[in-house]
């Protein structure tokens, strides 16, 4: 929401905004530009009869003062996926879409169109490096979404992903998610089965041809777009790749990120890039922020940091880490952060997650449960979780800290997981 709030002010808009927390990089973001509220909080009498729109965010309830005083006014409200549309009605829209691996596929799709000088507008749930945002709206033939399937907003209570009526889109695959709201699995299936209903005629959908939840739903559905399977890309040794007949060096690791990349490949051709120059451009690319990404690198051990959460990213980024990086014992650090990871209901799917790793923290923040009205998992409820032989729980940052600066465990790989911040942990101050 922050980013988009920062595009619209460079798109010309007066822009305003409330929240009643804050942190970086957002927080800082947006007093660098000069939009940051004064005060966090709800204040309805900021909403007046002369603002051209309102954009509302998942995070706002729909009981919301402002939000009520916007319908009292009759003030336009958007939702952000409505929002993004309507700047794009005209473009040819990608929207890349799944459980898993939407950032990264979106990135190396991002990657490769910059480097070839391609005008296109974007939206993409992390940091790039060479890109100065994550949003991006202007007069470019092309849009290219990361497609999210939560909520639209609290009063338009359905994906983000029905709203961008895809030209082209890829399909990573579908593992049980965001239960607050999708309580079974059949549910949450179901919102990508409406998701293909949802393409512009002649549509082009690139799926994961081993997901067989995807394979179920083209079957069952009498589509009219054109699905092409992909499937990962061939290793050779070390960083090295085969396709046609043909090796190329790449910068990133894992078999979920050769797939990631075979399903980005297959998205540029489409948007006219050879292979040849997808291969040249993708090169270099070392992955999305927080997307398995290099935290420390002295003496051969590693610490990489990524988003994992649901159980379907735990797993594959953990065991793609094991593989790739063999050469000593892992430590993987996962914290429950979002409402499906911290709720009881849910905690069974994580079941073996972690079987990769030789040793596990799974970290727990107190004030997560609290700000989601929840009741603190205990010690004995996720040994059970992830029935793993050397897991401990943490509960505070000092003593996370504590135990990745044990002696015993200088000789082991880190792998930390989150999609929050370890209640602020500052990495550089770990003596891994």
């Known amino acids: 929401m922050h980013q988009l709030a920062l595009d619209m002010l460079r798109l010309g808009y007066d822009v305003s905004g409330s929240d009643d927390e804050i942190y970086d990089p957002a927080l800082s973001n947006l007093r660098e530009s000069g939009i940051c509220p004064e005060k966090f909080g709800w204040f309805p009498e900021k909403i007046i009869k002369d603002l051209d729109f309102i954009v509302l965010g998942m995070h706002a309830r729909a009981e919301n003062p402002e939000l009520l005083k916007a319908r009292e006014l009759d003030i336009k409200i958007y939702s952000y996926p409505e929002l993004v549309y309507s700047f794009s009605e005209n473009k040819k829209r990608v929207v890349v879409a799944g459980s898993h691996g939407k950032t990264t596929t979106t990135s190396m799709i991002l990657h490769v169109l910059k480097k070839n000088k391609v005008d296109f507008d974007f939206l993409v749930g992390a940091k790039l490096d060479g890109f100065d945002r994550m949003v991006k709206l202007t007069n470019a033939p092309i849009l290219v979404v990361e497609g999210d399937e939560y909520l639209s907003s609290p009063i338009d209570r359905v994906p983000k992903i029905h709203k961008y009526h895809p030209h082209i889109s890829v399909l990573t695959g579908i593992a049980w998610d965001h239960?607050?709201?999708?309580?079974?699995?059949?549910?949450?299936?179901?919102?990508?089965?409406?998701?293909?209903?949802?393409?512009?005629?002649?549509?082009?959908?690139?799926?994961?041809?081993?997901?067989?939840?995807?394979?179920?739903?083209?079957?069952?559905?009498?589509?009219?777009?054109?699905?092409?399977?992909?499937?990962?890309?061939?290793?050779?040794?070390?960083?090295?790749?085969?396709?046609?007949?043909?090796?190329?060096?790449?910068?990133?690791?894992?078999?979920?990120?050769?797939?990631?990349?075979?399903?980005?490949?297959?998205?540029?051709?489409?948007?006219?890039?050879?292979?040849?120059l997808f291969f040249d451009s993708i090169a270099d690319f070392t992955g999305a922020q927080k997307r398995l990404q290099k935290l420390f690198d002295k003496d051969g051990k590693l610490v990489y940091l990524d988003f994992a959460h649901a159980p379907s990213k735990v797993k594959a980024t953990c065991s793609a880490f094991a593989d790739w990086y063999d050469d000593k014992p892992l430590l993987a650090v996962l914290e429950l952060h979002t409402f499906s990871s911290v709720s009881s209901a849910f905690l069974p799917e994580y079941y073996h997650s972690l079987e990769s790793a030789d040793?596990?923290?799974?970290?727990?923040?107190?004030?997560?449960?609290?700000?989601?009205?929840?009741?603190?998992?205990?010690?004995?409820?996720?040994?059970?979780?992830?029935?793993?032989?050397?897991?401990?729980?943490?509960?505070?940052?000092?003593e996370l800290k504590e135990e990745l600066e044990r002696q015993e465990l200088k000789d082991y790989h880190v792998l930390m997981m989150s999609s929050g911040t370890f209640d602020k942990l500052d990495f550089s101050t770990i003596n891994f």
């Open 359 to 398: 040793r596990v923290i799974v970290y727990l923040s107190p004030h997560t449960f609290a700000m989601k009205q929840m009741s603190m998992l205990t010690s004995s409820d996720i040994q059970k979780a992830f029935d793993h032989p050397r897991l401990i729980v943490i509960t505070n940052p000092a």
């Open 179 to 276: 239960i607050n709201v999708f309580p079974t699995f059949e549910n949450y299936k179901e919102q990508f089965s409406i998701y293909l209903q949802t393409f512009e005629k002649n549509g082009i959908l690139f799926y994961y041809k081993n997901d067989s939840n995807i394979v179920q739903i083209l079957q069952n559905e009498s589509l009219e777009i054109k699905a092409i399977p992909y499937e990962g890309l061939d290793r050779e040794e070390g960083s090295l790749i085969r396709y046609h007949g043909k090796v190329y060096p790449i910068s990133v690791i894992g078999k979920h990120n050769l797939e990631n990349m075979h399903a980005a490949l297959m998205v540029c051709r489409e948007l006219g890039i050879s292979e040849g």
